[in-house]
Structure formats: C-alpha cells, structure tokens
T-cell receptor
Framework: NAGVTQTPKFQVLKTGQSMTLQCAQDMNHNSMYWYRQDPGMGLRLIYY???????DKGEVPNGYNVSRLNKREFSLRLESAAPSQTSVYFCASSERGGGVEKLFFGSGTQLSVL | GESVGLHLPTLSVQEGDNSIINCAYSNSASDYFIWYKQESGKGPQFIIDIRSNMDKRQGQRVTVLLNKTVKHLSLQIAATQPGDSAVYFC??????????FGDGTTLTVKP
C-alpha cells in the first residue's frame, strides 16, 4: 500500500509561472485535502474535497485552484506563482465519519518561487 | 487555580526520560483531538487520538490527556528514544469542521 503519493517532491518556479501538484491515494478514502506548511508553523488548509465531485475552500485558498479528478486523485494548481507561495505542500486523505477526521499525509512537495 | 502546561516550541530531553508535550486548543466545540508526529522531510503521521468524552487515552508508550475545562491537551511519551525526535502537532476538530493544527513542538532526544 503506497498510501498518499505526491508529485513532484521538489519544484522551483519563477514568479508568474504555473504548475500543478498531483496527489493520489489508494486507501479508498472519500475526503482529500491540500495543506501548506511554512517554517515554524503548523499546517494551514488550502482546499479540501469532502467527496468525489465536491471541493471547498479552506483557510488560505487565494492563488490556488483544485480539481478532484476522481476518488483517488486531487490536484492543486498555482496559476501564477508568487514568492509568498514558497512553502511545503502536503496532500492528505481521510475517511470522515462520526466527527472523526484522521488524516493520512503524503511526503510533501517543497516549492520555491523566485 | 489549576496550572496549565505551557506550550513550548522546543523541548529537549535525555534518552530514557519521559517527555510531556503540551497544547492549548481554541474551540470549545471541538470534540475530537489528534496528535501527529512529523519527522524531518516527511508528512505528519497519526500517533493517537481522543474524543471529548474521555480525559485520558493510552497507546504504546504514549498517553494523551485532555482537560476540557482549560482547553488543554498533552502528549506524554514514556522512556523517550532517539527515534522520537520530531515535531509534534496537536489537531482539533468539530463534527462539522476541518482539523485545526497547533504550531507544533520540536522534540530533541539527547543520547
């Protein structure tokens, strides 16, 4: 079982460039999430998808878009990258139910925007 | 009054000692809490969870304590080992909401 797989692991962009971060999970989870983690800080939710076909904004959605391609895959797109988007990005999935949200995380994408 | 453990951004302990990591949560409506461990270069990994109808839960070498009166959560690690060195995050969520993460505590275990 691979769990949650993210690609790429590292990426350097110039300001204004676009890119898509890919995420796939093989645990048959309904919910998927994108978080960002800045140095010395906790994780902040960018977007989430409670189930296939739905997406919702999290705490810090500006500058990002997402696509829930199918139950397995949830991608994050930066249309015009800015230096403020330099961060480590984590994809996660969970099987929500009964108020329980136990997250399973990928290994992260380290993004630098110059 | 009751003393509440202070959240520290870093904690250094000697191998074999017990570690206590504290977390203050913000939402009185939160009813589920989780501790995650994040090793360098990896994503957070689930350690232990607790529901709001409990005040203590034990796992293997780890214990989580919940004090709803003062909105405080702690993670106790028994006989701390070098492999326990990591950043530890607490997370809270409500039945309808998403997990909200604390700022994390970096635990360093000295040999």
């Amino acid at each position: 079982n691979a769990g949650v797989t993210q690609t790429p692991k590292f990426q350097v962009l110039k300001t204004g460039q676009s890119m898509t971060l890919q995420c796939a999970q093989d645990m048959n989870h309904n919910s998927m999430y994108w978080y960002r983690q800045d140095p010395g800080m906790g994780l902040r939710l960018i977007y989430y998808s409670a189930s296939e076909g739905t997406t919702d904004k999290g705490e810090v959605p500006n500058g990002y878009n997402v696509s829930r391609l199918n139950k397995r895959e949830f991608s994050l797109r930066l249309e015009s990258a800015a230096p403020s988007q330099t961060s480590v990005y984590f994809c996660a999935s969970s099987e929500r139910g009964g108020g329980v949200e136990k997250l399973f995380f990928g290994s992260g994408t380290q993004l630098s925007v110059l | 009054g009751e003393s509440v453990g202070l959240h520290l951004p870093t904690l250094s302990v000697q191998e074999g000692d017990n570690s206590i990591i504290n977390c203050a949560y913000s939402n009185s409506a939160s009813d589920y809490f989780i501790w995650y461990k994040q090793e360098s270069g990896k994503g957070p990994q689930f350690i232990i969870d607790i529901r709001s109808n409990m005040d203590k839960r034990q796992g293997q070498r780890v214990t989580v304590l919940l004090n709803k009166t003062v909105k405080h959560l702690s993670l106790q690690i028994a006989a701390t080992q070098p492999g326990d060195s990591a950043v530890y995050f607490c997370a809270e969520n409500t039945n309808a909401g998403k997990s909200t993460f604390g700022d994390g505590t970096t635990l360093t275990v000295k040999p």
